[in-house]
């Protein structure tokens, strides 16, 4: 067993952590706005975090051990990059849109004491 | 290793499965609209997964491509909810 | 249509063709001459078309800002995993300890790209979402979870003067 694959496995386990720590506070917050806390900040980093473990792997087996390999193969780290880039500019960019929409049509926030809606 | 991606591919169905309570129980539209753009999140991660389980590296432009459309997608949504039309 | 007269709209359409080439280039990986050719003629279509929305105007100073702005975001990167922990201890906990409340506060900040890093910085950190942004006068409204985050922005002001220093806009 190679060092890099307990690393990759690592990478993955705490990405699927923090994305079921995200469903889990979608289903018990009692409120809108705390809801979309809980999905906003966790999914965004899980996701990063599992595509940053594939590409590790990626790195260490397509592009390392094998020299020989096509260009379109040694370019897939490239792609991932942006697409890591590209999650951390539009996620929170669509929950303050979606939470912006819901302020101005006058969805109440929740104080504490009030029952679940 | 294999064998890995494969367990991490079915957790992730399993919360997108979760999330689909919220999607169908939550009362008004914000809470469905919310859930529906964390189901396309884990899409993106899912298509890059079976990409790299069944060795056909196209799936990596298509979770780039998917990425977008589902921006853009939850920023309509918005948009139409808060104005009541989307391009004056 | 207005736009940029003289020297800033040639420049704004070669930053867009480099950027659409580069790209092209990149995430291709194919060489021959159909595919070179077809990239640079799809690459001066977009540019022709849309070259404003991508480079806004002249900025002063723009080597040291990015040098700046490379080092905030490694800060950045790790106030993100803290954020992380944070909302996974409140989700976890059987008690649940939420607190929610809306606060607004003013900034000294006015251009797009240093309200936009504030915005998505406020997203992305331990217990606070941004709801409403005035560019005018620089005003947030922002939806916090609990008594210390909204500290935090309020009383403590550590990421107003951050990105304040890294635009320098005080």
Redesign the interface.
């Known amino acids: 067993m190679v060092i890099i694959d307990v690393i990759v496995t690592l990478f993955l386990a705490a990405g699927i ?2 994305m079921f ?1 995200g469903v ?2 979608l289903l ?2 009692p ?1 809108f ?2 809801r ?3 999905t ?3 999914d ?2 899980g996701e990063v975090l599992i595509i940053v473990g594939l590409l590790l792997d990626h790195i260490y087996y397509y592009v390392y051990l094998l020299p020989e390999a ?3 193969v ?2 897939v780290p ?2 991932l990059i ?1 697409l890591i880039v590209f999650i ?2 539009a996620n ?2 669509a ?2 849109a979606i ?2 929409a819901a ?1 101005k049509t006058g969805v109440k ?4 004491g009030e029952e679940r809606r | 290793m294999i064998e890995v991606f494969l367990a991490i591919a079915v957790l992730i169905a399993f919360t997108i499965l979760l999330s689909l309570y919220r999607a169908a129980l939550g009362p008004g539209v914000f809470n469905r609209v919310a859930a529906v753009s964390v189901i396309g999140t884990k899409t993106i991660v899912l298509l890059v997964i079976i990409g790299y389980y069944f060795e056909r590296p196209l799936f990596f ?1 298509i979770s780039l491509l998917y990425a977008i459309l589902n921006f853009i997608g939850t920023l309509a949504f918005a948009k139409y909810l808060e104005r009541g039309e989307v391009w004056s | 249509m207005k736009g940029k007269e003289g020297k800033g709209k040639g420049f704004g359409i070669l930053v867009t063709f480099c950027a659409m080439f580069l790209f092209w280039l ?6 021959d001459a159909f595919h070179v050719i077809a990239g640079i003629i799809c690459s001066a279509i977009v540019a022709l078309i849309s070259h404003d929305l991508l480079v806004k105007g002249k900025g002063e100073k723009m080597l040291s800002k990015s040098f700046r702005f490379f080092i905030y975001i490694w800060w950045e990167l790790w106030q ?2 803290l ?2 922990f944070d ?2 201890y409140r ?2 906990h059987p008690k ?1 300890p ?5 606060i607004e506060f003013d900034t000294s900040l006015r251009s797009d790209f240093a309200l936009v890093t504030l ?2 910085s406020i ?2 950190t331990p ?1 606070t ?4 942004v005035e560019p005018e006068k620089g005003k947030f ?1 922002v ?1 916090a ?1 609990a008594k210390k985050p909204a500290d935090a922005l309020l009383v403590d002001k550590t990421m107003q003067s951050k990105v304040t220093d890294v635009f320098m806009e005080w």
């Open positions: 952590f923090f720590t889990i506070g018990r917050f409120d706005y705390t979309l806390h809980a906003g900040k966790c965004t980093l096509p260009l379109s040694k370019l490239v792609k942006f951390f500019l929170p960019t929950t303050h939470m912006k302020y926030p929740w104080k504490l | 432009d | 990149l995430l291709s990986g194919i060489f993100i995993v954020a992380n909302v996974a989700v976890l649940m939420i607190d929610p409340r809306i915005a998505n997203t992305l217990g979402i941004t709801i409403l409204w939806h979870i």
